[in-house]
């Protein structure tokens, strides 16, 4: 059994991680703790404010009791909103207060893109222009090209939450671009575990979502790699190992 631990803002798609779990196989466990935010704002101070130390290390000792060989911070603005080095900082933090290898939904988005070998993304986020395009520097500063970016103006994690399959369509339909050779839609707090493969199959390429990069890359420092096709090409790379 490998046991997975993340550290979930709110409870807006929380539902995705036991799907996700589900789909993955009989030997792996998904365990959430969820963090509470002071304030459920898609605005940069706030964002700041959801991944502090104190925050997330409140959350780590349930995690660790429960079995974890790996902690995730299951949130993709509040770990890309202090910058590249801040986002660092907050991993290592992260690690030292779990005593457990550890990552954030931002990185693993950037695992992701390598893990898939492309290098030009477009990203369609839920969050307001200023947020999602803070977004796009953090990739852009791990190397990667974003070919466009698209903000839908959610202020909330709790509005994003609503969305069904409609909205999370015509995000991606709206933010996809031609040239991209993947596209991303951040957001922990959007339910997009039910639709990646029919995503990538109207658009003809990879798509990556938040709860999905964000279990692969707890899988990833567990050292374990799971054929899942239908949580999408991102789970049916080479060399594959049968849950």
């Not at 695992?111 to 477009?122: F, I, K, N, Q, T």
């Not at 997009?192 to 109207?202: D, Q």
């Amino acid at each position: 059994m490998t046991a997975l631990g993340f550290l979930y803002p709110g409870h807006s798609a929380a539902d995705d991680y036991p799907r996700i779990e589900q789909l993955l196989g009989s030997d792996i466990r998904v365990d959430l703790v969820h963090t509470e935010p002071s304030e459920d704002a898609h605005r940069v101070d706030a964002l700041r404010e959801l991944g502090t130390p104190e925050r997330l290390a409140a959350g780590v000792q349930e995690l660790r009791h429960a079995g974890a060989e790996a902690v995730v911070w299951a949130c993709t603005s509040g770990s890309f909103a202090p910058g590249w080095e801040g986002a660092r900082e907050q991993v290592r933090a992260l690690a030292q207060a779990a005593g457990l290898p550890a990552s954030s939904t931002s990185f693993a988005f950037v695992h992701a893109v390598r893990e898939l070998g492309v290098r030009r993304v477009a990203v369609g986020a839920a969050y307001p222009d200023d947020v999602a395009a803070l977004f796009a520097d953090f990739l852009r500063d791990a190397g990667v090209e974003v070919t466009g970016v698209h903000g839908a103006g959610t202020r909330t994690a709790a509005a994003a939450g609503t969305w069904g399959e409609a909205e999370v369509f015509a995000l991606a339909r709206a933010a996809d671009r031609p040239e991209a050779e993947a596209l991303l839609l951040p957001g922990t707090a959007l339910r997009t575990a039910a639709h990646i493969t029919a995503l990538e199959k109207e658009l003809g390429k990879p798509v990556l979502t938040a709860n999905q990069v964000t279990v692969w890359e707890a899988l990833r420092l567990a050292d374990r790699r799971v054929n899942a096709p239908e949580l999408g090409a991102l789970f049916t790379r080479e060399p594959l190992v049968q849950a």
